[in-house]
């Protein structure tokens, strides 16, 4: 542990890190104005000490649309990531596990899906789900899935062929 705390970009980036995502997840207690107050005759103000980034076109305030859209971006990163691992080891372990036709079957879908692009496949996607959050959660999960499905079938594989199992 003091290896890495002596590691001054390592502190540094986790200060940032940690700071940022206090700040989005206390948003509704920091944020000086509410999400939804616009006024329209501040459009386009610079940076004051009532707005400390100034205000969008729409006549918002700046910094309180960046602590409320971290918030979302936190929620949608960490649910994709959830998912994905999820559903990739799930898939992954049953079929290193099961193996025959099985394992088949599902390396072929986990091919298939990895010759997309996965931008092109998660804005397919979202066009037919409907813009909403879980749309795009389910869209870029859907993506994701793979490599941690081939990760968990390599290491489920490995394991079955040892003498001790």
Known sequence: MKKYLLNPR??????????????ALLA????????????????LSPPSSTHLLGVDSNGSDVLTALLYGARTSLFIGFMTV???????????????????????????IVDILMSFPGILLALTLVSVLGPNLWSIIFAISATGWTSAARIARGQVLSIKE????
């Open 162 to 165: 040892r003498d001790h199992v």
């Open 10 to 23: 390592l502190v540094i980036g986790v200060t940032i890190l940690v700071t940022m995502t206090l700040a």
């Open 82 to 108: 959830f998912l994905s691992v999820f559903l990739g080891v799930s898939i992954g372990a049953i079929s290193g596990y099961a193996g025959g036709w099985l394992d088949m079957i599902l390396m072929r």
């Open 28 to 43: 509704p207690w920091i944020a000086p104005f509410s999400p939804s107050n616009l006024d329209v005759t501040l459009r």
